[in-house]
């Protein structure tokens, strides 16, 4: 009786766990949001948002990993991880948007933000950039996350969208195909007609097939100088690179030629030494 008990407890576990996860979107008002892609094409008025898994402090938390140890898998050989934006969960979408949307006129922008907390840099932007400057002061940077959170938050509930899937499965995808819908990547609150998000601050997208330096602004909550702005983690030039054929690319950046033969005179160094004193 008791085997039959557990066998029975055992099948109802495998069963939930075959159920699909219902994980939409998070905000950034509220804490650590979602880390999104967005494709934009003005002239069909067509775009697309993608989940891509990864929140604000879990992709900041990846980074410093990849800082620390070379690699962004358990391989130890990746130097770069590719989402596949035409297959699986996000298939749907990626096929939708190209029902009307052209390559050659897209454009396409990395965003995640925090909303929240009261500490030192607790607050801010993970974004792709092209070009231009920082935002001018704390202010504009919490009301660009605010307002940027209206757009993600009608993708999340398929407002206007003709393809959505974020409240059903762990990462989701979105299209939109008019420029009325609340969930429409070109509106002001968005990216507008600017490619800046919110219309402040840097151009964050840029066309297909090419790569965007990921950056980052900080500040605190009563923080009254402008936010810091620099390269994410302090750590190098992290791209993402966008193809056409639907892969989305992040890319470790590796050692210069010049800091390799620093690093390999270095060891020589150490070679010589420890020669010498066991000689």
């Given amino acids: 009786m008791k085997f039959q008990v557990k066998a029975l407890v055992a099948a109802l576990a495998l069963s939930a766990a075959t159920i699909p996860a219902h994980a939409a979107m998070t905000f950034a008002p509220s804490g650590s949001s979602s880390m999104i892609l967005t494709l934009l094409d003005f002239n069909s008025n067509m775009s697309a948002t993608f989940d891509l898994g990864y929140s604000f402090d879990s992709f900041q938390t990846m980074v410093e990993d990849t800082h620390k140890t070379g690699v962004t898998s ?41 909303g929240s907390g009261t500490g030192l840099d607790s607050r801010g932007i993970i974004s792709t950039y092209k070009s231009g400057s920082n935002l001018t002061n704390s202010n504009q940077l919490q009301t660009s996350i605010a307002n940027f959170n209206s757009y993600m938050t009608n993708n999340n509930g398929g407002l206007g969208t003709i393809s959505s899937n974020h409240d059903s499965v762990d990462n989701g995808a979105s299209t939109v195909a008019t420029n009325l819908s609340q969930a429409y990547a070109g509106r002001a609150v968005a990216y507008g007609s600017t490619g800046r998000i919110n219309g402040q601050g840097h151009v964050s997208m840029d066309n297909l097939d090419t790569s965007l330096t990921v950056v980052q602004q900080k500040m ?13 983690g302090l750590h190098g030039d992290y791209k993402f690179t966008m193809n056409s054929n ?30 010498r004193r066991k000689a």
Avoid: H
């Fill in 74 to 114: 358990l391989d130890g050989l990746t130097k770069s991880m590719t989402f596949d934006l035409a297959s699986g969960d996000y298939a749907d979408a990626w096929t939708a948007y190209w029902s009307t949307a052209s390559a050659t006129t897209t454009k396409w922008a990395i965003y995640a933000a925090d």
């Fill in 220 to 232: 605190g909550a009563t923080q009254a100088s402008a936010p810091s702005f620099n390269t994410l």
């Fill in 246 to 275: 639907g892969a989305l690319e992040f890319v470790v950046p590796v050692p210069e030629a010049d800091s390799y033969a620093m690093l390999l005179a270095g060891l020589g160094v150490v070679g010589l030494v420890a020669r």
